[in-house]
């Protein structure tokens, strides 16, 4: 008989979460660190960062932070080396920093296109990239591992005026079971997952819906907040719900979870 009071527990487990310095990745942080992670906590927002890490280690949790930028590769390579030689082992990559921007796609400029893609997609591809060769059998962690991926509803179905962030989260998605089917049939004991939440009350939720306003799209922000709210049966999720569904992804409650897509929406999708 399984003991279920332990699957969800993370007990001398490393993690490496990016974009951990505020909003989902704030809490994803917090729920890794409570359940016995070790957490490194990776950003661009060194105060901000380094706030998460202060909070972690305040409520006793074993925390440290590394500025990294996620589009580069050498930083992923810095950033592996460190979560090993800060916790001497390395057990689950949170691909979670992103950014969102918008454009009528008449409007979206090939710049932007590439810039979301960097952030959002090379950053996974990479960030995966150096997690399997770490965690594989004979690499420097070499004991299996966890991944899981932010998506988005966005990586499902589509929006106007979001055409940069639809793609992204698309190939986010799609890498995920790519590299999930990949790590089973090397047998390299690593699992891969992504979630895909809808609007979650952070900035870059906030922003999704002033964006709607930017582009003309509605007369003002409640206007927006209240249309976008209508189609949430359950209203707008919060950074918790999202870390909660990270939290058992990365645990061994999740052993034979593999390559799928978790939709934590509210029932936005459902319909
Ligand atoms: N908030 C939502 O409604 C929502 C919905 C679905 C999916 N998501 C996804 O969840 C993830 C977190 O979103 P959030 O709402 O917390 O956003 P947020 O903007 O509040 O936080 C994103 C974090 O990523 C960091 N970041 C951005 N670019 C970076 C870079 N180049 N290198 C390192 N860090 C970088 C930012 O500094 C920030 O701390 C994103 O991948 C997002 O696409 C968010």
Known sequence: ???Y??????????????????GIGAAICEA????????LVTDVLEA????????????????AFLRQDVTDEAQWEAATAAVIA????YDILVNNAGIET???????????????QAVNVDSVFLGMKHAVRAMSPGGAAGHGGAIVNLSSVAGIIGTPAHVSYHSSKGAVRLM???????????????RVNSVHPAIVETDMGDKFVADFVTLGLAPDVATAR?????????????????????LYLASDAARWVNGSELVIDGGLTAA
């Open 176 to 190: 995920t079971k790519a590299t999930a089917i990949e790590c089973a049939a090397l047998k390299s004991g690593i």
């Open 1 to 3: 008989m399984s003991d």
């Open 32 to 39: 890794l660190a409570q359940a016995g992670a070790a957490v």
């Open 226 to 246: 209240a249309g976008m709210e209508a189609i949430h049966p359950m209203g707008f999720g919060r950074p918790a719900d999202v870390a909660c569904a990270v």
């Open 48 to 63: 901000e960062g380094q706030a998460t890490v202060a909070k972690l280690r305040a409520a006793g949790g074993k925390a």
């Open 5 to 22: 009071s332990k699957a969800f527990r993370l007990d001398g487990k490393a993690a490496l979460v990016t974009g951990g310095a505020r």
């Open 86 to 89: 800060e916790f001497g082992r």
């Open 102 to 116: 918008a454009a009528l796609i008449a409007n979206c400029t090939l710049d932007d296109f590439k810039r979301v």
